[in-house]
């Protein structure tokens, strides 16, 4: 029996992935930019075993067992058996690629909340199965057929997903801009407004977007490319203001592109828009851009802030949003660095 456990972090996008090109591969219609999170607060874990014992492939996800025959699931460990193979060919490894594997993966915080758990969930798998199948070099690429925002999980500190231009997707990877150590001052904030399953799947919202609305063709043609620059840029020149503007607005648009699809859907609720009023009546009040917000496929809201500016803007929230008060919790917060963390045995 050989067994492989890794973690790998939660990513949250500034520049968001709305809209595939390609479904079945999972090319993404724009390039994406996300910083990972400290592993020591938001991740998932994740452990696979492979033995000649087991008779079928099996997976738990956070102690309940769940079906392996879903297709994403199957497109990954396919893609992993077959480069263990290729490899295999090459050189001299032994006959682990038949075994039968168990995975069993855990995440610490709300699956399916919009907290970009498959993300996590996806990308650790792929470490563990690269692990255990020996496999070097991208990893990025594997993750992507399970989910795409996975590609970005598989790395630390700030990612950039580059959407590619071959139809075959081979160059659709995540590459790091800048490693956790770049900008340690930065701050995350996970204010969990609703820890229930999302209602709509975001692979469901952006197939609608992607057939329907305009703004989308707008956005990808008009607004990411050049966004995407400024944004590596900021993040480069440690420029926190035009950091926090393009991530706000990049939400704001991402959401926006929901409403234009027909019909139209939503995924924030109305503590979201608070809290994004909250977030400029702030900046409005200190006269700069200290706080910034984004929002993925749910209400829950994110927010970027330098070291510096939290003790505030913590106060700020506990004023507005008592701590007793169950609608909104102060769930974790923490660096954006670290990758997926392999041990073996
Ligand atoms: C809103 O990666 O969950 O979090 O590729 O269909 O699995 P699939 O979608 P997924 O989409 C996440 C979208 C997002 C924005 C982002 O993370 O960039």
Not at 157 to 173: A, Q
Not at 230 to 246: G, L, N, Q, S, V
């Amino acid at each position: 029996m050989s067994t492989v456990t890794c973690i790998a972090p939660v990513n949250i996008a500034v520049i968001k992935y709305w809209g595939k090109r390609d479904e079945t591969l999972i090319l993404p219609a724009n390039d994406s930019i996300s910083a990972s999170l400290d592993t020591d607060q938001l991740c998932a874990k994740t452990t696979v075993m492979a033995s000649p014992n087991f008779k079928e492939d099996q997976i738990w996800l956070n102690g309940q067992k769940e079906d392996i025959r879903n297709p994403r699931l199957q497109n990954c460990l396919a893609e992993c058996i077959m480069l263990f193979l290729v490899r295999k060919r090459a050189g001299n490894v032994t006959q682990i690629g038949q075994w039968k594997v168990h995975i069993c993966s855990e995440n610490n915080f709300p699956t399916a909340a919009g907290l970009a758990s498959s993300a996590a969930g996806y990308a650790c798998l792929i470490a563990s199965l690269a692990n255990l199948y020996e496999i070097k070099g991208d990893i990025s690429s594997i993750a992507r057929v399970g989910s795409g925002s996975a590609c970005r999980s598989v790395l630390g500190g700030f990612v950039k997903w580059s959407m590619g231009s071959l139809s075959d997707g081979t160059d659709s990877i995540a590459k790091q801009i800048a490693p956790p150590t770049h900008w340690p001052e930065m701050r995350v904030l996970i204010l969990v407004v609703n820890d229930a399953k999302k209602k709509f799947p975001s692979s469901v919202g952006m197939k609608r977007t992607m057939e329907t609305s305009d703004l989308l063709k707008h956005r990808i043609k008009h607004v990411v490319p050049e966004r995407v620059n400024k944004m590596e840029r900021a993040i480069m020149e440690k420029d926190f203001k035009t950091f926090a503007e393009h991530t706000m607005k990049d939400s704001n648009q991402m959401h926006a592109v929901c409403l234009d699809s027909y019909p139209p859907f939503t995924y924030m609720n109305e503590i979201s828009h608070v809290l994004v009023d909250l977030v400029h009546l702030y900046n409005e009040a200190v006269n700069d851009t200290k706080v910034a917000y984004t929002f993925d496929a749910g209400p829950n809201a994110t927010l970027y802030l330098l070291e510096e500016n939290t003790p505030e803007f913590m106060g700020v929230l506990d004023y507005f949003f008592p701590p007793l008060e169950d609608t909104l919790v102060e769930y974790k917060k923490g660096l954006p660095i670290e990758a997926a963390k392999p041990s073996k045995s």
